[in-house]
């Protein structure tokens, strides 16, 4: 599977998609034609039923520097929205991430910088290794954050610490991160990959519809306002009484053994 592309690498193994972005030689920045490869790679772990996690990080060490700084020399704004529409990550990358009925992981190691750090906050979980550097330093290009960074960052620290790191462009660590609750999981370099396998294997572990239901249900805490998010919760709540895993689940519990889900 990794041979249709060459800018991302792309492999599943186990019922888990693995997308690496694959530019180690430039700390992995957001390339126009790495961003094309990206989006097909997470459009074809969404459609493919057998993946039930999608795991998504960077090759060499890093996860990404952020965007490809050359190419913002020959932008204009016509340029930047077309592209934005194209491959973006507020509007593109994300919502296919937003909307997969899977869990999207973010590994963490090395730079998470501008569009790096904005497509990790994109997934649903980010685990990283404890020397990981995050930040969104496109003040000091004359920019603003530009795929979501202002957005998601005040949503998820808050009005006051967002607009300090914006304005800024100040780098923070990941255990800061993971105290404001933008990190999930910090864990020393040599521990990631022991991490990382551990919570795939519990989110594996747990039932796929259940589990999509879940990630929609938070999405919408986050779109709606709470009456609106209630009444949506109730909906998903009761659907899946129509699930077979829902009747396994409360007969495993009652007859106190591990369920056997069947994803219907």
């Known amino acids: 599977m990794s041979g249709e592309f060459s800018k991302v690498i792309f492999s599943k193994e186990g019922g888990v998609a693995s997308i690496v972005l694959n530019n180690p030689s430039r700390y992995n920045a957001l390339e126009l034609e790495l961003r094309r490869e990206l989006r097909r790679a997470l459009e074809e772990a969404a459609r493919d039923d057998e993946i039930r996690v999608v795991l998504v990080r960077g090759a060499g060490g890093n996860f990404s520097a952020g965007a490809d700084i050359r190419a913002f020399l020959e932008w204009d704004p016509a340029k930047c929205v077309s592209i934005a529409n194209e491959v973006g990550t507020s509007m593109v990358l994300a919502n296919i991430i937003r909307s997969m009925q899977k869990p999207v992981i973010a590994v963490?190691?090395?730079?998470?910088?501008?569009?790096?750090?904005?497509?990790?906050?994109?997934?649903?979980?980010?685990?990283a290794a404890e020397d990981a550097v995050f930040g969104q330093p496109e003040i000091n290009l004359g920019l603003i954050p530009g795929g979501g960074g202002t957005q998601r960052l005040a949503r998820l620290v808050g009005e006051k610490k967002a607009k300090q790191l914006v304005m800024t462009g100040d780098r923070i660590s990941a255990r800061e991160l993971e105290k404001m609750g933008v990190v999930n999981i910090v864990v020393p370099r040599d521990k990631l990959e022991?991490?990382?396998?551990?919570?795939?294997?519990?989110?594996?572990?747990?039932?796929?519809?259940?589990?999509?239901a879940a990630k929609e249900a938070v999405n919408l805490a986050l779109e709606t306002g709470l009456l609106a998010g209630l009444r949506a919760e109730l909906m998903l709540f009761a659907s899946l009484f129509a699930t077979e895993d829902q009747k396994e689940g409360a007969r495993a519990f009652l007859e106190k053994r591990k369920p056997v889900w069947k994803g219907r």
């Open 194 to 212: 022991e991490a990382v396998k551990e919570l795939v294997e519990k989110l594996l572990s747990k039932p796929r519809m259940a589990l999509a």
């Open 108 to 127: 963490v190691e090395g730079y998470c910088l501008g569009g790096g750090f904005e497509l990790a906050m994109s997934c649903d979980m980010i685990v």
